[in-house]
């Protein structure tokens, strides 16, 4: 399945590339600046799946049966966490 990146991520492109997926950016298809509606109806009708941090645009994809993926601050937290204690495995969080 090939990925449409939201604007947030179009800088993400080569990367997603490098993993294997094939990308697009909503730049490369003209839709910068367009409204979330928008950006999800090209996902639809091209069979994309749509990698965004925008909440209203996950509600609209979910809503019209776009597959996508929601990178919250959240999620981007928890990552963080993550490879802290990873590397540092000796910094202990303030409770």
């Known amino acids: 399945m090939k990925l449409l990146?939201?604007?947030m991520?179009?800088?993400l492109k080569e990367y997603f590339e490098t993993l294997g997926?094939?990308?697009l950016s909503?730049?490369?298809v003209g839709l910068?600046?367009?409204k979330d509606k928008d950006v999800v109806e090209?996902?639809?009708k091209n069979h994309l799946l749509l990698v965004t941090q925008d909440?209203?645009?996950a509600d609209l994809a979910e809503l019209t049966g776009v597959k996508f993926v929601l990178i919250s601050n959240a999620l981007i937290a928890k990552i963080a966490?993550?490879?802290i204690r990873e590397k540092y495995p000796e910094v202990r969080k303030r409770r």
């Open 81 to 83: 966490d993550s490879k």
């Open 55 to 57: 909440q209203k645009s």
């Open 26 to 28: 909503v730049q490369e």
């Open 5 to 7: 990146l939201d604007e």
């Open 9 to 11: 991520y179009a800088g």
């Open 42 to 44: 090209y996902a639809l």
């Open 32 to 34: 910068m600046g367009a």
């Open 21 to 23: 997926w094939d990308a």
